[in-house]
């Protein structure tokens, strides 16, 4: 076995991505509030950086510059050169800090708490308020409060009681039994919004059953016996069980709808998600769209004319090179932001164009359309068309839609028309729009509908869109009220 060192050469493609090239993505992949907030970021990063004002007042060009000018440079250098030792500094801190220096953090992080807004009332605290006004033993108010604690977000005790037991002793070095949580959990299903601490959907609805409500009984026998033939929509199975007529169940059933399965979820409420567009569509007086973007409130960006003369008159290496690396940061941030302006233009111009007849006619007229072809047609990688439409918004005359909405495949007709899934979706909630819901139709008869208008679809893909759209079984969706009464009038004989 012998061991040789030797060199040979080889031609490799690779492909690497400059940060410029990386920013650029970036940039164009941000909708607009978040490139707004990057380019705040960069203005106090950089000071380089500054927006060009809506006044006339601009900065003075080198004729203007007073007499004194060498004098100006050398204190320009010399605020500089104390920047750059000040953000040294400040990086140096971040990794050790002094105990004036923590005392200067820690009355930031208490400034910064004083002016957070307070965060609502959570159901916990809530419910802690009115354990304090219950007259009960103190004993069994601590496990309440205990119990409390254990509450998940929409008011349910999930955890055994048996292992809360077990939980309170080891914490405690106290003795207490199964009994003793009971109780006390008793006092909590006493709180409102009535029907937390139950330990299931059952117990929830029983515990917000006022003696006052008119059908009490049969409620109790529906929540107790036939949940899941209510969620079914079996009427006649518990009519045959409970011998109740038909009209009572469905008035109790109604009733049952105003209870809350969820009785902590108003404690949670989602925030509102607010969108702002990217693009707006308008349309002129010849009938044109127009696309303009939605960046009225979107700074413009300039270079500062005398750090660029100040960086030719610094003598220090180290001025120099900090001037050189955020003017260079500064061009191609403003670059990066003239390509996503460009680039989501053409991407937006090209998406109208092929769905004119979306905005001319509804959403049940979009065409198929995919990505590669927005690319073909603009001259880019299909990458960049999905940056271009990721998390963005058009304000169109038909309403305020994403981007990705204009995108998708279908299916072709006999005639050899292909037709979007937009469409398809549209055409089935039409047809169970206008369905009668005595006999609604099943999944198959769905498929039949829509075979009868074109649209060949399978019956997988039928069901799929139901359920995407959260539309019911044809079982769930039928009124038993109307079945009945069809019933009874084929049964009936014919007035002579």
């Not at 953000?87 to 200067?104: A, F, N, Q, V, Y």
């Not at 569509?281 to 413009?300: F, S, T």
């Not at 359920?467 to 007035?495: E, F, G, M, V, Y």
Request: charge should be negative; hydrophobic fraction near 40%.
């Amino acid at each position: 076995m012998r061991l040789e060192a030797t060199q040979q050469l080889a031609l490799h493609q690779k492909m690497i991505l400059a940060p410029r090239m990386i920013q650029s993505m970036e940039i164009l992949q941000l909708p607009i509030m978040a490139l707004q907030e990057r380019i705040q970021q960069e203005l106090e990063e950089n000071p380089v950086l500054l927006v060009v004002e809506k006044s006339p007042a601009l900065e003075q060009t080198p004729s203007e510059q007073p007499a004194s000018e060498s004098q100006e440079w050398q204190d320009e250098l010399e605020q500089l050169e104390k920047l750059i030792e000040e953000r040294d500094e400040e990086r140096r801190t971040r990794h050790r800090l002094s105990p004036d220096g923590l005392e200067e953090a820690a009355d930031r992080q208490l400034e910064l708490m004083l002016n957070t807004p307070a965060r609502p009332q959570s159901l916990h605290d809530y419910l802690l308020e009115q354990l304090a006004f219950l007259d009960a033993p103190p004993r069994h108010l601590s496990l309440a409060r205990f119990l409390v604690a254990y509450l998940d977000e929409n008011g349910y005790l999930t955890t055994p009681l048996e292992q809360l037991a077990q939980v309170y002793n080891q914490a405690t070095g106290e003795e207490v039994s199964v009994q003793d949580m009971e109780a006390a959990l008793r006092l909590v299903q006493q709180l409102e919004p009535r029907g937390v601490g139950a330990r299931d959907l059952k117990e929830c609805l029983l515990l917000q059953l006022n003696p006052d409500l008119p059908n009490l009984a049969v409620l109790r026998v529906l929540i107790e016996d036939h949940l899941e033939d209510l969620q079914h929509n079996r009427l006649p199975l518990i009519q045959k069980k409970t011998g109740f007529e038909l009209t009572t169940i469905q008035r109790a059933l109604a009733q049952l709808k105003q209870l809350q399965p969820r009785p902590g979820a108003a404690f949670n409420p989602e925030t509102a998600q607010y969108v702002v567009p990217d693009l707006i569509v308008e349309r002129d007086e010849n009938g044109a769209y127009q696309v303009r973007l939605a960046d009225d409130y979107l700074p413009e960006l300039r270079i500062s004319k005398r750090y660029l003369e100040l960086r030719q008159h610094a003598t220090d290496p180290k001025i120099r090179e900090f001037l050189a690396r955020k003017i260079q940061a500064a061009r191609w941030l403003k670059e990066a932001i003239a390509q996503r302006k460009r680039t989501l233009l053409k991407v937006a111009r090209a998406i109208l164009h092929r769905q004119r007849d979306f905005l001319e006619k509804g959403p049940e007229h979009i065409v198929p359309l995919r990505m590669q072809e927005i690319a073909d047609e603009v001259g880019v990688h299909v990458t960049t068309v999905s940056r271009a439409v990721d998390d963005k918004w058009i304000q169109t005359p038909r309403g305020l839609f994403p981007l990705r909405r204009f995108f998708g495949g279908g299916v072709t007709t006999a005639q050899g028309e292909e037709v979007a899934w937009e469409t398809i979706r549209q055409k089935l909630l039409d047809i169970i729009a206008h369905e009668d819901k005595a006999r609604p139709y099943s999944d198959e008869e769905l498929v039949q509908k829509l075979r009868e208008q074109g649209l060949p679809v399978a019956r997988r893909t039928v069901t799929k869109y139901r359920k995407l759209l959260r539309i019911p079984s044809s079982r769930q969706r039928k009124d038993w009220t109307l079945a009945a009464s069809h019933t009874s009038q084929q049964n009936s004989p014919p007035s002579s």
